[in-house]
């Protein structure tokens, strides 16, 4: 029997964390927790990231944190949040960053809840600033629904100097492009990401030709997926404005091949004039066709 109240984790993070009134949790996530909090001083809004014991003691969790490392100057950023605060919580590393605003992209692709202006905002936001990443030789290395938030992108765990090799195959199953199935990413890489997302927003599922790093360990696996084509075809039954470029924008943002892709810059400029296109004929609303990919 329990005869003394443990304090719960808010509160024990509260007792250690002094500065910060902890509001709530709001993920839990691979490595560790997620709170939104507010410094107590100023009443700014903070995101507080609690890596868990567990894999803060594997090796290589250093690299993890690597980011930290980065100058700060690249972090002020509107598509960025700047890391406030770090330390170690009962053992246990954290961070405090600032709070970004607004509904995430993962949310919103599930509630078909999204409209061309929104999209037509956050993918330019979003590629603008992986051009600045990559205008710095820094790759994100998780760009997913998840970790975007708002206007920003977040969750910099995967972050490194462009390009790179890790033993460490980490990401979001489901967007990854085929290099990281080798554990290579580079700036291009970011870019396969953010086509993958878009594709999702638009279609309601993403391409057939999505490469799962669920499968990389059965016999042959990282052969074909690296030696996929690309044949990303959009659904026959979307009812878009300029198909033609619509498919050069998927097919091009995510050749198998990192270094023919698109860059960010590159791909902001057609994306934003391909949805100038829908939003002059009209549509508002973006609704998902599902069915059937022509050959
Ligand atoms: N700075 C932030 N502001 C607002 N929400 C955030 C912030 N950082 C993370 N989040 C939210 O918390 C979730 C988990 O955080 P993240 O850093 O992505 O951890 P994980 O390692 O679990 O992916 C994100 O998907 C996002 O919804
Ligand atoms: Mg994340």
Known sequence: MRTVEEPTGISRLETELVKYHIVRRIGRGGF?????????????PVAIK?????SSQEAGFEEFMQYLVFPREIFNHPGLVRTLDAGHVDGAPYTVMEWADGPCMEDLIKNHRLTWAHVKHTFSQLL???????????????????????QKLVDYDAMRFDPHYSMKVIGSPG???????VGFKTHTTDVYHAC????DALFGRLPDTIHDPTRANEPGAILRQLTKRTNISIPPNAPLQDRVLW????????????????????????IRLAIDK?????????VPQYGSIAA
């Open 32 to 44: 560790g927790e997620v709170y939104r909090a507010k410094k107590r001083e100023t009443g700014q």
């Open 50 to 54: 609690v890596y868990d014991g567990k």
């Open 128 to 150: 603008r600033t992986l051009d600045h990443l990559n205008a710095h030789g820094i790759v994100h290395g998780d760009v997913s629904p998840a970790n975007i938030v708002g």
């Open 175 to 181: 967007y990854m492009a085929p290099e990281e199935m």
């Open 196 to 199: 993958a997302i878009l594709y």
């Open 247 to 270: 498919q050069a924008i998927f097919e091009n943002g995510m050749k198998a091949d990192p270094f023919e892709r698109l860059d960010a810059k590159s791909l902001r400029y057609a």
């Open 278 to 286: 829908e939003i002059a004929a009209g549509s508002h609303i973006i």
